[in-house]
């Protein structure tokens, strides 16, 4: 059962990209428990219509809009379905990422094919682009707003064998200062929040399971594995007026991890037999 915590972010809506799972599910629960309208968005309609069912059970607002981010007119029709439902777009949370292409796609530059790098790169980054085109100018008919970029440690550390989501990180780490400074007079705030290892996450759990990942990101931890709710308290945080004098910033949610600098190929180890083994249940 979702608890309300407080009703800081009351009257407000928020789309979440990528939210029918994962970091996005925690996120837009945590919302409506604020007492936000939430707007659900992802490729599965059975797991974002379970997580829409799930917040108005508990009592919450929610909408889930089925959306390939990889296509503008899906990604425009996301903000129109949002702002006709609630009259309004006070918040994105641009979560969404090709994490079913990272593990299948990506090889070291060299290796790579275009058209593994353009999968990668049409959500990571035209998804971003087009998801924020779209939101803001609801946002300045609203009188502002919060735009809350989900990033993680490959945006500031090296990590081997992932050019693809590196640029992406990379790229919404420098459009996040740059819309900061457009949109400032429009009331609208962009900020970065760089995410470590979630240990609740199904990639964070195969990580720390595998036999020689696991132990080299457990060493790097200088305080404890991350849990969905740093991560939803963080964002909701960021959306509501607490944070009024934060923006353009990047916020390191990573339990020290990016201080000690300790990245093992995870393409190479797990995400790569992740992908087979997806690849081959579906034959």
């Known amino acids: 059962m979702i608890s309300q915590r407080s009703e800081r972010l009351t009257g407000k809506t928020v ?11 925690a996120m837009v629960k945590r919302f409506a428990a604020e007492g936000a309208n939430v707007v659900i968005s992802g490729r599965s309609e059975a797991e974002g219509h379970a997580v829409e069912k799930e ?26 379905a949002a702002a006709a439902e609630y009259g309004r777009i006070d918040g994105l949370v641009n979560n969404a990422m090709a ?7 990506e090889r070291a530059v ?11 790169i049409k959500v990571g980054v035209y998804g971003l682009f087009w998801s924020c085109k779209y939101a ?8 502002g707003g919060s735009i809350v970029n989900i990033s993680s440690v490959a945006a ?31 009331n609208i705030r962009v900020n970065t929040m760089v995410s470590g290892f979630v240990l609740s996450s199904e990639l964070a759990a195969a990580v720390d399971a595998h036999p020689e990942a696991g132990p080299i990101i ?29 923006t353009g910033s990047e916020l390191r949610i990573d339990g020290g991890w990016t201080s000690t600098a ?12 992740l992908a087979q083994q997806a690849a081959q249940a579906q034959q």
């Open 110 to 120: 060299a290796d790579m094919d275009s058209g593994g790098w353009d999968k990668i």
């Open 15 to 25: 789309v979440v990209t990528g939210s029918t799972k994962g970091f996005g599910a």
């Open 262 to 273: 300790r990245m093992p190929n995870l393409v190479e180890m797990v995400f790569a037999p």
């Open 136 to 143: 803001i100018p609801e946002m300045i008919k609203a009188g």
């Open 55 to 80: 917040i108005r059970a508990d009592g919450g607002n929610a909408l889930f809009v089925r959306t390939d981010l990889s296509d503008e007119g899906s990604t425009r029709a996301l903000m129109a």
């Open 218 to 246: 457990r060493q790097a931890q200088l305080t404890r594995w991350g849990r969905l709710e740093d991560i939803a308290s963080m964002a909701a945080y960021l959306l509501s007026e607490e944070s009024g004098f934060v």
């Open 156 to 186: 500031v550390a090296g990590v081997p064998n992932m050019p693809g989501y590196t640029a992406c990180k990379g790229a919404m780490q420098a459009l996040t200062r740059q819309m900061a400074v457009d949109y400032g007079p429009h």
């Open 99 to 105: 994490m079913d292409h990272i593990g299948s796609d």
